[in-house]
């Protein structure tokens, strides 16, 4: 693949021979460089936690790979041209929402991803936390530059929540509940929230940030008690750990295959293929926005994606943003 870096090569090498020795000659032959230049690719390779055997005579060997997002494992699995295009990966940052929000105010291209192993100030929506323990969850950042205008953002979120949804099919076969607008459930419990960002002018979006957490192979029982009696992980669903890496291949798959639809052809499509997984629709619900509340019958999402609430008077509401509660009957 051309692009490849030397460290990438050396590494497919290895990885092409799993098990099985290579020589720093032959290395050294095929990637045209010099012996210390692969003596120092393989200290990197190590540094960055892949478990490799050197033996004098015979060369080296790949033992074990490291369980992490960075671009050197994550590139070789990605089945998409735009989303992904360019990868930031941070070991831990306080947010990959706001490093995106800077590299997008800087310039940066459609369809780069920021993604970190940990967050020290994970953000959720309405200024909550969102809990970033290290190498277990995916945390990721996406930057859009949609030519929309700014009140047809939020029904990108939509666009990322059945991309999760289908990616979680894909992964486990697991058919996770849809919470308009922002939540994925997994026996009632959340494993993935979503926060999208935005600047724009009055009538154009300059770019959005679409910031998704999904709690892989998280034990729960890390968490702050008052977060874990609502959360649950992938793994805890399953009952054991899943590939992070294949995961968020499948994830920036069907996100841009749903971006494209909807650039082209609008939301309602994705509004019809969310329908099935909505559990509140036709239930009592309460649906909280800041300080307002509102009861009724959640009757429909609209084909723009807003929520349609029968109020106990009769009257309708076209709800486009806030936090729903299914009401005990
Ligand atoms: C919510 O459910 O309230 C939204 C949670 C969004 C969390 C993700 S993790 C990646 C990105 N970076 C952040 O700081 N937040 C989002």
Not at 182 to 187: C, E, H, R, T
Request: positive net charge.
């Amino acid at each position: 693949m051309s692009g490849e870096s030397t460290v990438e090569k050396v590494l497919n090498i290895l990885k092409k021979n799993s098990g099985i020795y290579v020589s720093g000659d032959l290395l050294r032959k095929e990637l045209s460089v010099s012996r210390t230049a692969i003596w120092k690719h393989i200290r990197q390779l190590k540094k960055m936690g892949y478990e490799i055997d050197s033996k004098p005579a015979r060369g080296y060997r790949l033992i074990s790979i490291p369980d992490t997002l960075t671009p050197l494992e994550l590139k070789p699995l990605l089945k998409t041209s735009l989303i992904g295009s360019k990868i930031h990966y941070f070991r831990e940052t306080d947010s990959t929402n706001d490093d995106a929000f800077r590299m997008a105010r800087r310039g940066e291209k459609e369809g780069a991803v920021v993604i970190a192993e940990a967050q020290r100030k994970g953000k959720g929506r309405m200024g909550r936390r969102w809990e970033s323990p290290p190498g277990v969850n995916l945390y990721l950042s996406v930057i859009l530059r949609p030519k929309i205008p700014p009140s047809l953002t939020p029904q990108i979120t939509l666009v990322a929540a059945l991309s999760v949804h289908r990616a979680v099919q894909n992964v486990t076969g697991l058919e996770p509940e849809i919470k308009w607008p922002n939540d994925l459930l997994l026996s009632g419990k959340k494993f993935c929230g979503i926060l999208t960002e935005m600047e724009s002018e009055m009538d154009l979006v300059n770019f959005v940030i679409v910031g998704i957490g999904v709690n892989i192979n998280m034990d729960t029982r890390v968490l702050p008690d008052d977060v874990r009696i609502n959360a649950t992980s992938l793994m805890e669903e399953l009952g054991r750990p899943i590939d992070r890496g294949h995961f968020t291949s499948q994830l920036l798959k069907e996100f841009e295959n749903y971006y494209l639809i909807f650039l082209k052809e609008g939301i309602s499509s994705i509004i019809e293929q969310m329908c099935p997984y909505l559990k509140m629709i036709g239930k009592r619900v309460r649906v909280q926005f800041m300080d307002e509340k509102v009861d009724g019958i959640a009757e429909k999402l609209d084909l723009d994606g807003a929520l349609i609430l029968r109020k106990e008077d009769g009257s309708i509401e076209k709800i486009l943003a806030g936090d729903v509660t299914i009401l005990k009957e």
